[in-house]
């Protein structure tokens, strides 16, 4: 084989690792790369995208109404946090989940300071998981390019 | 429990068609790739209502061609706004042209009265989300399982296969499509069963 692919492949491999060990993925990520085949070799970006998308729409929202000072309906910036919960839960964005379990605690206790900051780092949070999925897909392109196949990462 | 008529053909493996409900475009993504990836047909919907107006429930006879493709299973989340998945599970429970599909709940929270509710009120079980691959395999046998117990078995002629609403006496000991699908290792905590009366 290769002694690129080889490397390209050990990097994918710690990268891989390193995320879970950080804490920016969790098993529900292991299962969506189950659904994942030749078939539908794209599954798993795609479904972060649309993630990512959902992040874009729902901070939205919640800067919005955080934006009503003095009449801010907390029930409605709650609203769009459970629903981002929700999403992250499902694609294994385990920091942004975790964050949002937070957040909605301050909506519930409609502590506006401690809102605006769940706010601000939700941002950061899911924008910083867009860059380190956007690297580990590049390795994957790598690979295949190089004419290798994307090494199956156990994560234990 | 009846399954309706699961398909129109005898094989072994009928393909289950299943109408997923989720509000959440991300979640409707990943339960419709579950489902195929288990062989099933999937139609998503985005709402209680959506769901309704499919079935052909809300009394608009638009989408006839569509209700062509029976459905098997209806898999619902919990909270949607509008009509929720318990108010949606009641009024599918309420129909008589489709109170014997079965219908799952998920939800993001363990709540059990919650669960309870939705048990009471006849769902076949309640998934914890996030919905795993596990999640739906056995789901799905469940599902199958039921199906030909309604069909009558072929390779098991005991007696309680003989197609019965309730079955009172659960003979674990007999054959393999008799039992529950839930294997005491089957370690599966995103579901959360309980013991109801209906079917087994």
């Known amino acids: ?156 | 429990m009846a399954v309706g008529d699961l398909s129109s053909s005898s094989s072994s493996s009928p393909e289950l068609h299943v109408l997923a409900v989720d509000d959440s475009f991300v979640d409707r993504k990943v339960i419709e790739r579950l489902l195929r990836i288990s062989a099933c047909k999937v139609t998503t919907v985005e709402s209680g209502t959506r769901a309704l107006q499919y079935l052909g429930l809300d009394g608009d006879k638009g989408s006839c061609d569509l209700k062509d493709l029976k459905v098997n299973l209806i898999v619902t989340d919990y909270s949607m706004p509008g009509l929720t998945g318990y108010e949606l599970l009641k009024k599918i429970k309420e129909s008589s042209a489709f109170r014997e599909i079965p219908v799952v709940i998920m939800s993001s929270e363990n709540i059990q009265p919650r669960i309870e509710q939705c048990m009471t009120e006849g769902a076949e079980d309640f998934l914890l989300k996030p919905v795993k691959l596990a999640d739906v395999k056995r789901l799905k046998e469940l599902i199958m399982r039921s199906g030909e117990a309604e069909e009558g078995r072929i390779k098991n002629p005991s007696p309680n296969t003989i197609i019965q609403d309730d079955i009172d006496s659960s003979s674990p000991s007999s054959s393999s499509s008799s039992s529950s699908s839930y294997h005491d290792d089957d370690d599966t905590p995103s579901s959360k069963r309980m013991k109801s009366s209906v079917h087994d």
């Open chain 1, 1 to 156: 084989m290769d002694a690129l692919v080889a490397q390209l492949q050990m990097q994918f491999r710690d990268y891989t690792i390193s995320l879970y060990q950080q804490g920016f993925l969790d098993d529900q990520f292991t299962e969506l790369k189950k659904l994942q085949d030749d078939a539908s070799p794209d599954f798993v970006a795609e479904v972060l995208s649309l993630f990512f998308e959902d992040c874009v729409k729902l901070i939205g929202n919640m800067a919005r109404a955080l934006d009503q000072k003095g009449t801010v309906d907390f029930n409605q910036v709650g609203a769009s946090v459970h629903q981002l919960k929700g999403s992250s839960s499902s694609v294994g964005a385990k920091r942004v989940k975790g964050l949002c379990v937070s957040f909605k605690e301050f909506c519930e206790a409609k502590n506006y300071e401690g809102c605006v900051r769940c706010l601000q780092q939700v941002d950061i949070e899911y924008k910083t998981l867009q860059t380190k999925l956007q690297d580990m897909f590049n390795l994957e392109k790598q690979i295949i390019e190089a004419g290798g196949r994307v090494p199956q990462v156990d994560i234990n």
